[in-house]
């Protein structure tokens, strides 16, 4: 079955800015702030219709004259603008690639501001805007459409949201909103830039939203998403440059739930006295929306645990209306009293079935205070009596061991989630269940043929479901086309043969090395909060850190050494904290290096530009990679300064007036 690849143009297109003509001489042209910023896309069988909705603001006492600019797309062509003066609308103009580019050079020297050259080497639109009212918004609205390419494997949707040298202020309101409607089923989708929410109402249809407030965009919005008609497809996304390559993997099943696998399911619900008031009563509800969300060929337990342990059946059962009426009275009497018996209740949550997906739901707000208290001897108890069950574990409250939890979880398959004091236990619980309450896919495994495949992240692969997918980050020796296969348990053995191609040169995805680091460094930190400093691992994690740019408690390239020696400190002080806000803090973060969600950027300057880090260092942006070699002096704003401009420096030289930089095996350095 041929699949389809769809890609908007990978080239720095953005949101219109306004650059205003001031009401002084003295005083210098910067591009108006935004007080919204909305993006609409509709991409429907290779047509892509994109609206952009914004507001600017005048922050001068008088009206204003600006030139609204928008870089466009390759290929795209304007189908409305939408700005209206007098009772008039206003015409724009659009220009090509060549006089857009001397456009952006005229401004760049009369605003003395690199900032705008990153949308270098693409068509323009351009119109004057007048009058913008005084201390005022002026909203513009632009839409533009596109036929998109399409190649074979994976789907591409690129909004460069980074403006953050553009808007003096932070955006009130960023929000996109994409609806994907194709004739081929729709499997994974993905951004690693953002945390989106994905809504699918079926195989061909889906809604991708991100929302944020009060913001500064420091990255560009990039959506990935991928066509295959197969139960579960597969896509393949890869980089290499000089050394072994890089690859991230995407797999997502079908939304049809009538091919999911009979499931069992065991709820673990503390009930100790610490859980009193509204924490039972909202862990009750949410029991209550699992219970009813059971589907009939299911089987089920429930174990209420304080000082002791009480199982609603002796041994777990089938998920029948009578069974689920006397699990629903049994939920409506528990009551919060006692101790807490962390090792019994998981031991006891345990089956000897193996033919069956088992999850437990483990849920707890406390320290374990009764019958085995030891961590490490809980922790080791749980993995020797659990046979094949994937534990998905809620910390609730302030007053948890995050280091017991995240064992427990890790080691078994599942997730830590930690509810925070006074959040609602309800949403987090449900949303899971409905996560993993239709299996497809269970004891996964991959081969990758004949090309050898190592450092995979994360370790180990759980258990595929409806609406959610398989995302593993890794690097690559050997190179060509293979067969890849994909194996696990639907009912009985599946196995899926894919077709695929790890390439001997792959410039593109250049997101991928940076991210399968982040990923890489998250899990070796986590290895050190688990379980203890190591100097080997403390070594990788500062040559991963310095090679690509990411920070972390090792990381010395960026601060100096007294700086580096305590937040090495504090992170290791951190690490020994099992209880408290700041355990669940730096649990939490563990979780965003690792994949679990996306990490937020550092506060550190930091920039990656096509695959390369720039660290800013006194003043000055310099390629990570650059140790004391004989660079080539440019001067800011000169003729050879432009000259050297282009799409692909373009990006680099918007980093400021001060840089030093790799171009074509040279290493080039910006002056003022």
Not at 34 to 56: C, E, G, M, P, R
Not at 75 to 93: P, R, T, V
Not at 256 to 279: L, R, Y
Not at 623 to 628: M, N
Request: glycine share 6%.
């Amino acid at each position: 079955m041929k699949r389809l690849f769809f890609l908007i143009p990978f080239l720095c297109f953005a949101d219109g800015v306004i650059i205003p003509i001031p009401p002084s001489p003295d005083v210098k042209p910067v591009p108006l702030s935004l007080d919204y910023h909305n993006v609409s896309v509709k991409i429907k069988d290779q047509v892509a219709s994109t609206i952009v909705d914004q507001a600017f603001i005048n922050p001068y006492r008088q009206d204003i004259e600006g030139t609204y600019i928008f870089p466009l797309p390759q290929d795209a062509s304007i189908s409305s603008f939408s700005l209206f003066q007098d009772g008039k609308k206003i015409s724009g103009e659009v220009l090509d690639k060549e006089r857009a580019k001397k456009i952006y050079e005229d401004i760049v020297r009369r605003m003395k501001d690199p900032g705008l050259l990153e949308y270098i080497g693409g068509n323009l639109f351009k119109a004057r805007v007048y009058p913008i009212p005084a201390n005022g918004k002026k909203k513009i609205e632009i839409s533009y459409n596109e036929i998109l390419k399409s190649e074979e494997g994976v789907c591409k949707y690129i909004y460069p949201l980074d403006i953050e040298k553009l808007s003096e202020k932070p955006i009130k309101e960023i929000f996109i909103n994409i609806e994907i409607s194709e004739s081929i089923p729709i499997k994974s989708i993905y951004s690693p830039t953002h945390n989106i929410k994905v809504e699918r109402k079926d195989d061909y249809n889906a809604r991708i939203t991100y929302e944020e407030s009060n913001k500064k965009p420091s990255s560009d919005f990039i959506l990935y998403y991928t066509l295959d008609s197969k139960d579960i497809g597969l896509s393949l996304l890869t980089h290499k440059e000089d050394e072994d390559g890089f690859f991230l993997l995407l797999s997502s099943p079908n939304q049809k739930k009538e091919q999911s696998i009979p499931k069992d399911i065991t709820f673990v619900i503390d009930t100790s006295g610490s859980m009193a008031g509204n924490k039972i009563e909202q862990a009750k509800s949410a029991l209550i929306f699992c219970i009813n969300s059971l589907n009939q060929d299911d089987r089920f337990n429930i174990i209420r645990f304080s000082s002791d342990i009480e199982p609603l059946f002796k041994e777990i059962n089938g998920a029948t209306g009578e069974n689920r009426e006397y699990a629903r009275k049994f939920i409506k009497n528990l009551k919060a009293s006692g101790g807490t018996n962390i090792n019994d209740a998981l031991i006891s949550a345990f089956t000897k079935e193996e033919k069956r997906p088992h999850i437990i739901l483990f849920l707890t707000d406390g320290i374990p205070t009764v019958g085995e208290t030891d961590i490490q001897k809980i922790t080791r108890n749980v993995v020797e009596n659990n046979k094949k069950s994937k534990v998905f574990v809620f910390g609730v409250g302030d007053n948890v061991n995050t280091n017991l939890l995240d064992i427990v979880s890790s080691e078994n398959n599942g997730i830590s989630t930690y509810i925070r004091e006074k959040e609602n236990i309800e949403e987090p619980i449900s949303s899971l269940y409905k996560k993993i309450e239709n299996p497809v896919l269970s004891d996964i495994s991959l081969s990758f043929g004949e090309v050898s495949v190592y450092d995979l992240y994360p370790k180990k692969i759980g258990d595929l479901f409806f609406g959610s997918q398989i995302i593993l980050l890794g690097r690559y020796k050997d190179y060509g086309k293979t067969s890849l296969v994909l194996s696990g348990m639907m009912k009985e053995k599946r196995v899926y043969e894919y077709n695929v191609n790890f390439p001997k040169k792959e410039k593109g995805n250049e997101f991928i090395p940076h991210l399968w680091a982040t990923r890489k460094i998250g899990y070796l930190l986590d290895q050190i909060r688990l379980k203890g400093e190591n100097q080997e691992i403390i070594d990788e994690i500062k040559e991963l850190s310095k090679k690509y740019g990411i920070i972390t408690p090792y990381t010395s390239f960026l601060v100096v050494e007294e700086e580096e020696k305590v937040i090495q400190e504090r992170f290791n002080a951190l690490s020994k904290e099992d209880v408290g806000k700041h355990a669940i803090r730096m649990a939490e973060e563990m979780f965003a290096l690792k994949g679990e969600t996306i990490a937020k950027p550092s506060s550190y300057d930091v920039k990656h530009i096509k695959g390369r880090t720039y660290i800013l260092k006194d003043g000055k942006w310099q390629d990570i990679e650059y140790k004391d070699k004989k660079t080539k002096k440019i001067k800011y704003e000169s003729d050879e300064y432009f000259s050297l401009l282009n799409e692909e420096t373009g990006k680099i030289f918007s980093l400021g007036k001060r840089i030093i930089f790799k171009y074509k095996e040279n290493w080039y350095e910006v002056v003022e």
